[in-house]
T-cell receptor, first 114, second 112 residues
Framework: KAGVTQTPRYLIKTRGQQVTLSCSPI?????VSWYQQTPGQGLQFLFEYFSETQRNKGNFPGRFSGRQFSNSRSEMNVSTLELGDSALYLCASSDGDIDNSPLHFGNGTRLTVT | GESVGLHLPTLSVQEGDNSIINCAYS??????FIWYKQESGKGPQFIIDIRSNMDKRQGQRVTVLLNKTVKHLSLQIAATQPGDSAVYFC???????????FGSGTKLNVKP
């Protein structure tokens, strides 16, 4: 099976702009989670989608949003970008029907805000 | 909220030696734990997991130990190889679907 695919790999944006990141999960996985990784805060949970519904949400401002499509592909959007949003954004998929199943991560989108 | 931390930020070992990476967690209700390996430029890669009804689980060259009494998790890597050089994270699931809390990571350097 193909792994989790994230596009694009790199993005450079300016403060105030918005950005959309895309994630294709492993075939058959219906749960998609998003994490932000920074040197200072480590890996932090953003949100999780399962069957097109947000099932869980982390402690990020409303500028961070996401959605999931019927084919389980997911997008996350960050509006009104701030310098502090510069980070590696990781998408992970799992078989959300099974309790305690591992997350499988993509290689991330590196976002730089200038 | 939960916190998952690592005792050692950097660990250097000689090739062929065994490595032990430690992790402390704070939520006694957590029932699922995972170790991940992250190489430069890549996303975290699943290594091994363990559920709270177990105290030990073995994989290929890796063993995870769970001590619920002191809320401690460890990853043992046997016969460490240069390819094992990476940052290792522990992750804890507080029984909240796929909302995992990650430790701050330990960098493992394997010296040839």
């Amino acid at each position: 099976k193909a792994g989790v695919t994230q596009t694009p790999r790199y993005l450079i944006k300016t403060r105030g702009q918005q950005v959309t990141l895309s994630c294709s999960p492993i075939s058959g996985h219906r749960s998609v989670s998003w994490y932000q990784q920074t040197p200072g805060q480590g890996l932090q949970f953003l949100f999780e989608y399962f069957s097109e519904t947000q099932r869980n949400k982390g402690n990020f401002p409303g500028r961070f949003s996401g959605r999931q499509f019927s084919n389980s592909r997911s997008e996350m959007n960050v509006s009104t970008l701030e310098l502090g949003d510069s980070a590696l954004y990781l998408c992970a998929s799992s078989d959300g029907d099974i309790d305690n199943s591992p997350l499988h991560f993509g290689n991330g989108t590196r976002l730089t805000v200038t | 909220g939960e916190s998952v931390g690592l005792h050692l930020p950097t660990l250097s070992v000689q090739e062929g030696d065994n490595s032990i990476i430690n992790c402390a967690y704070s939520n006694s209700a957590s029932d699922y734990f995972i170790w991940y390996k992250q190489e430069s430029g890549k996303g975290p890669q699943f290594i091994i997991d363990i559920r709270s009804n177990m105290d030990k689980r073995q994989g290929q060259r890796v063993t995870v130990l769970l001590n619920k009494t002191v809320k401690h998790l460890s990853l043992q890597i046997a016969a460490t190889q240069p390819g094992d050089s990476a940052v290792y994270f522990c992750a804890e699931n507080g029984n909240n679907f796929n909302k995992f809390y990650f430790g701050s990571g330990t960098k493992l350097n394997v010296k040839p």
